[in-house]
């Protein structure tokens, strides 16, 4: 199994134009997470998802969309860039239980807006 | 508004020490967790701890909980330069579904 997987690792953009991160996962999780992290910070939930074709706000929403078209890819979208979104994005997944579960993270990707 | 915090914010030992973080948290939770990130790759987690419970054990990882006080610590003994890393908490407050709430993570460094 690749477990958690985020395309693409690097991106260079400029202010006012738009990208899609894309998160896979191959484990057949239900529920699915995008973060952000700033530099000496930890995570920030930016939105979530419970299931295919529902979606939620997180603690930092502004300026993003996501969309969760099928169960097993959960898309991050940048309308319109701000420097601001210069930050390390990770994706997280994990399987709808009755107990609460770990979850599994993709390796990133480093954004950068100038 | 980060939920943990964690301290210290930088911890270096040399190798063979224990090494203690802690995390406080503001409002009750259902659990606690704790992730390892190593430089430029994702979090990995290491254990998760119940309201209800007051301490675990995996391999070299103790957690206690005390939801008295809000805070939980973790201690790696005998620790390895392999330990190197960050180290989050990452509390949730429900009891299904697992939105979790991290903290601002502690620096470990382990000198051989």
């Not at chain 1, 953009?13 to 896979?24: E, F, H, I, N, P």
């Not at chain 1, 979104?85 to 997944?93: K, L």
């Not at chain 2, 802690?22 to 701890?49: A, D, E, F, M, P």
């Not at chain 2, 006080?69 to 949730?92: G, H, M, N, P, V």
């Amino acid at each position: 199994n690749a477990g958690v997987t985020q395309t693409p690792k690097f991106r260079v953009l400029k202010t006012g134009q738009s990208m899609t991160l894309l998160c896979a996962q191959d484990m057949n999780h239900e529920y699915m997470y995008w973060y952000r992290q700033d530099p000496g910070m930890g995570l920030r939930l930016i939105h979530y998802s419970v299931g295919e074709g529902t979606t939620a706000k997180g603690e930092v929403p502004d300026g993003y969309n996501v969309s969760r078209l099928k169960k097993q890819n959960f898309l991050l979208g940048l309308e319109s860039a701000a420097p601001s979104q210069t930050s390390v994005y990770f994706c997280a997944s994990n399987e709808l239980a009755g107990a609460i579960r770990e979850q599994f993270f993709g390796p990133g990707t480093r954004l950068t807006v100038l | 508004s980060q939920q943990g915090e964690e301290d210290p914010q930088a911890l270096s030992i040399q190798e063979g020490e224990n090494a203690t973080m802690n995390c406080s948290y503001k409002t009750s939770i259902n659990n606690l967790q704790w992730y390892r990130q190593n430089s430029g790759r994702g979090l990995v987690h290491l254990i998760l701890i119940r309201s209800n419970e007051r301490e675990k054990h995996s391999g070299r990882l103790r957690v206690t909980l005390d939801t008295s006080k809000k805070s939980s610590s973790l201690l790696i003994t005998a620790s390895r330069a392999a330990d190197t890393a960050s180290y989050f908490c990452a509390t949730s407050k429900e009891t299904s579904g697992s939105r979790l709430t991290f903290g601002e993570g502690t620096q470990l460094t382990v000198n051989p």
